[in-house]
């Protein structure tokens, strides 16, 4: 209510004004009726670029002592955004205005985006009237100015305003219909439509990204992920405030769009060049890519606060833009040298990977670049083709997608090295392990050496001694050789053949396939010598290099023993034929043409048989008898 009281007295307060200056007609008169812009044409908001006139004034002048000598010329002759030079000055706009209805008329004067004062006024015999600079009961009421007309009056009106400083200032001057504020939102909004929403998706992109950096550095431990998480938080952070600030008119838009807008891209730029540094581990691999990147963190800490002190401490936009488009420029020639190392180093697939990556990202930023300095060239492009925004955008996704393809190798080709590496520290404890039980054996057989070396030496000489002292009292005695000598004598000569079987057994230096069957051979026919029984003892004719334990030799000749013994007390036996072969196993083959073992009735053998078995069972070998002709013992051991 209160606005329309104080619209309703300004409209007479122009009208009495109108009544009282007669000479305003005569002014009105000067100008051509092409040049007014008839209010009650307007439906709901019309440009008025085309009938308005432009000058520049230096920032400390008074509009009211320097009208009279300012050069207007006609709007249309900036096609592109204010050059720098007169962005920190005032813009001074003139446009005519007539109202023909029988009422007062009232609309809301909008110049353009980014302009942070208008002060409108009335020309009356060159002299300026103050409007009451009413404001729109909005959200972004700083953009706009009511301008009431009476009935049947025309007049000049003049807009003082302060520009942004902002590269992307556009002299766009629009009257608006009091009541059709919303429609003019509404359309003005519809145009960025869909490339509002192609950003937001992208900011959706870049917000799954930094949940992702963050789960990798918590699952992972990868510091660098978390620089990668800054760069996609200032980043998108950038996209998303100026999607949503877009056509938007405020104090907070224009700190966004002059200022922090620049301030987020470069914080995000050089989180990213920290995490290339980290990603790619520069130090160690790629020095010069380690030296580009800390000139380019360097130089952007460098831009950020020579930029923010121009900002906030100087009125110079001319240095301001300056800094800005000098850093840009730069970072795109360090995009350049990256593409071309890359290119030195095209084997290393990861760095093809960043490669196309990021000559599609430069490509597109470029363009992005073009269309904003030349965008009255590109005006026909249908839809979200038009805007800048969108081909940035359109870069930073496709450079995305080869990051995460190059992450993807990166990840597969850890995975691959850890496996090695894994692999090669089990090796290491399997040798490790091994050499250790290798120790074990050798000192074992050297032990051995040593015990069968004393055996030898004490015990045999020994044993050798009571045989001959035995032997020799027999001598002496002759036919009154008492019993008991006799069983001396033959208790030292069994003593002295067993210790030699277990010197031979205990020898590492015996430790083979072949000694074996020569001790087998040799102890059988030794062994079968004084009786009645022939042994004929078969071998083959070429036996291989086979290692041998002690303790698997120690067994299986004592199983030979054994059976050599109970065929000797059991069989009645006239042949013995002893078969060994060697095919992947040793298969020793003992036949007899006796009486034939009774399968059913072995107790006669005592514990013999089982101890047979028992030894070959463990030292991994099988045992079998059976009546064939006689009896045949088989004992087999897996080589």
Partial sequence: MRRKLISLLISNLFFLIGFLFPTIPSFCQSVPDSAYIDLNKIITYEP???????????????????????????????????????????LILRFHVLNRSDDFDSVWFFPGFFFSSIKLYRVSENKLIA???????????????????????????????????????????RLIQKSHLSTFFLELSSTHFYVN???????????????????????????????????????????????????????????????LDFIMQCTGIGFYMIFMQKFLSTRIKYPFLNRLYNIGIFGLLISIGLFSYSYFFTNNFIFLNGVENTTKTILLAMMVVFLFYCV?????????????????YFFFAVFSQLLILLGHIFNNLPGVFNSSLFYYELGLFLELVFFLAGLSYKNRRQIIEQTREREQLKLDNERKEFEKQLAVVTAQQEERNRISADMHDELGSGMTHIRLMSEIAKNKMKQNTPLEIEKISQSADDVLNKMNAIIWSMNSQNDSLGNLISYIRAYAIEYLEGTSIKCKVNIPDDIPEQQLTGDKRRNIF????????????????????????????????????????????????????QNIDRRMKSIGGNFEIKKNNGTESILILPL
Wanted: positive net charge.
């Fill in 48 to 90: 008025i670029r085309a009938k308005t006139e432009m000058a520049f004034l230096s920032s400390d002048s008074i509009l009211h002592n320097s009208y009279s000598v300012l050069k207007f010329q006609n709007a249309l002759v900036l096609k592109k955004e204010i050059p720098s030079k007169f962005v920190n000055r005032k």
């Fill in 131 to 173: 409007g009451q600079n009413i404001e729109p009961d909005i959200e972004d009421s700083i953009g706009y100015r009511l301008l009431t007309l009476p009935a049947h009056d025309s007049g000049t009106f003049l807009a003082e305003m302060n520009i942004v400083k902002t590269y992307t200032n556009y002299i766009r001057p």
């Fill in 197 to 259: 929403i192609i950003t937001y998706i992208f900011c959706g992109l870049l917000l799954m990204m930094i949940l992702f950096s963050i789960a990798n550095y918590i699952l992972g431990g990868n510091r660098e992920f978390l620089y990668y998480a800054g760069y996609a938080i200032f980043l998108g952070g950038m996209l998303f405030t100026k999607t949503y600030y877009d056509y938007r008119v405020g104090n907070n838009v224009f700190f966004m769009e002059a200022y």
């Fill in 344 to 360: 030195r180093y095209w084997k290393d697939k990861l760095l093809r990977y960043l490669f196309w990556g990021n000559l599609f």
């Fill in 558 to 609: 004592l199983c030979v023993k054994e059976t050599l013994n109970n065929m000797l007390k059991h069989s009645k036996a006239a042949q013995l034929t002893i078969d060994i072969t060697v095919a992947g196993k040793l298969i020793i083959k003992i036949a007899d043409d006796g009486v034939g073992v009774d399968l059913q009735n072995i107790r006669q053998f005592g514990n013999g048989l």
